[in-house]
């Protein structure tokens, strides 16, 4: 059985609610897409990025990290796209793969590592984080999932298939999970959270 874990994160959209590349926003000088692959390649055995929207910036925020960064030439179609994309890189020995996004910027190793740890007791079985009276990512795909995301396509993220494999799924609390940035209020609540932080 395979058992490397392979983090995916998925850094490739325009922001256009946003209004600015949420990959570039920087919390204590650090591009979130930066931040979250240093995170991701502490607690996988691989990481690897997907980039569309300002790829040069995004890859130039990554070029000294030893994650694996791939462009998808067609991120403008939606995430869905570069998701599938994504999974299609990864290699024969990765026997699941955990999947982020970048703007979850309260997330850090020690979330992520904890969430590693509760698949690891269940390994064969999805594992999403839930927050609120929600769930979606971080979450973990067994290999055997694989076929299924490699079919995603256009703004389609991976919930589907959280809703259609529900007596397979597991949920690992992870309230910080709710913090993203998709509009100019989200990018509010961020400055006020990096002024009441300090770099981690």
Known sequence: MNTELHGLLLAAGGSSRLGRPKQL????????????????????DVTWVVTGAR?????????????????????????????????DKLPARAGAVLIMT?????????QLADFVGAWRRQPARILAARWAQTFGP??????????QLLRMSGDEGARR??????????FHALPD?????????DLAAFRLYAADTTQT
Do not use: K
């Open 55 to 87: 790829r040069a910036e995004t890859e130039l925020a990554l070029e000294d990290l030893s994650a694996r960064v791939e462009h998808n030439a067609r991120w403008a179609e939606g995430m869905g796209t570069s998701l599938a994309f994504g999974v």
């Open 177 to 185: 999970a709710a913090w993203d940035l998709d509009d100019p209020a």
């Open 25 to 44: 926003v920087e919390l204590h000088g650090e591009p979130l897409v930066r931040r979250a692959a240093r995170f991701l390649g502490e607690v996988t």
């Open 102 to 110: 970048c703007d979850q910027y309260r997330l850090d190793a020690c």
């Open 161 to 170: 298939l959280l809703v259609q494999h529900r007596p397979n799924v597991r």
């Open 138 to 147: 971080p979450v973990i795909f067994p290999r055997g999932f694989f076929t």
